[in-house]
């Protein structure tokens, strides 16, 4: 089992910057990765990043590819999201996730999931 803490989320005018954070605990070792995914109003949980927890590995959504960084602090069993240049079009509940399984961008991979962090950007 694992568990997952999320925190970090707000409100946001663009171009703003949040930092989200997710503590993982129980048997971590069991997963391979973490990811980021969220999910706005109305519409389907899309990916957003994942990182490998050995070698450090990212993979990014092309919606975020230089917008947002994903990281680990593989000791601490943390995963963090800095999100910079935020949208309206970012607005979403964001989720943490652990995947056992590859690929690590694919969301049938992903077993556990925090309970979701609201984040908000206004124009």
């Known amino acids: 089992q694992v568990q997952l803490v999320e925190s970090g989320g707000g409100s946001v005018q663009a171009g703003g910057s949040l930092r989200l954070s997710c503590a993982a605990s129980?048997?971590?070792?069991?997963?391979?990765?973490m990811g980021w995914f969220r999910q706005a109003l109305g519409k389907e949980r899309e990916f957003v990043a994942a990182?490998?927890?050995?070698?450090?590995?990212?993979y990014y959504a092309d919606s975020v590819k230089g917008r947002f960084t994903i990281s680990r602090d593989y000791a601490k069993r943390t995963v963090t999201l800095q999100m910079n240049s935020l949208k309206p079009e970012d607005t979403a509940v964001f989720y943490c996730?652990?995947?056992?399984?590859?690929?690590?961008?694919?969301?049938?991979?992903?077993?556990?999931w925090g309970q979701g962090t609201q984040v908000t950007v206004s124009s």
């Open positions: 129980g048997r971590t070792f069991s997963s391979n990765a």
């Open positions: 996730a652990a995947a056992r399984g590859f690929p690590t961008t694919d969301i049938r991979q992903y077993d556990y």
């Open positions: 990182i490998r927890w050995s070698g450090g590995s990212t």
